[in-house]
Nanobody, 116 residues
């Protein structure tokens, strides 16, 4: 089982990044997937969720209108498009795949730093 995030980096305020969460070793398409983040000195917080079919999404108020979660079933990948990035978006971003409230797989995280 593998869940691997990628796409993080250092950007300036107002710029964009697209994170990817690629999974293997399990039936990723049957899992709901969420992106979480943990900023310096902060608790991990839920950023966005997409259901297994990709037809339903939810966002934290702090990212609504700026972030978009999507999934490509054929590629076993979930994306997080992040636009209009702010310094407060700086965090390690984690991908979590969940099914039935019992099965849960986490990636290792990818660092996003927003700074001028």
């Amino acid at each position: 089982v593998r869940v691997v995030e990628s796409g993080g980096g250092l950007v300036q305020p107002g710029e964009s990044l697209r994170l990817s969460c690629a999974a293997s070793g399990f039936t990723f398409s049957t899992y709901a997937v969420s992106w979480y983040r943990q900023g310096p000195g902060k608790e991990r917080e839920l950023v966005a969720t997409i259901n297994s079919a990709g037809g339903s999404t939810n966002y934290a108020d702090s990212v609504k209108g700026r972030f978009t979660i999507s999934r490509d079933i054929a590629k076993n990948t979930v994306y997080l498009q992040m636009n209009s990035l702010k310094p407060e978006d700086t965090a390690v971003y984690y991908c979590n795949a969940v099914r039935g409230g019992l099965l849960s797989y986490w990636g290792q995280g990818t660092q996003v730093t927003v700074s001028s």
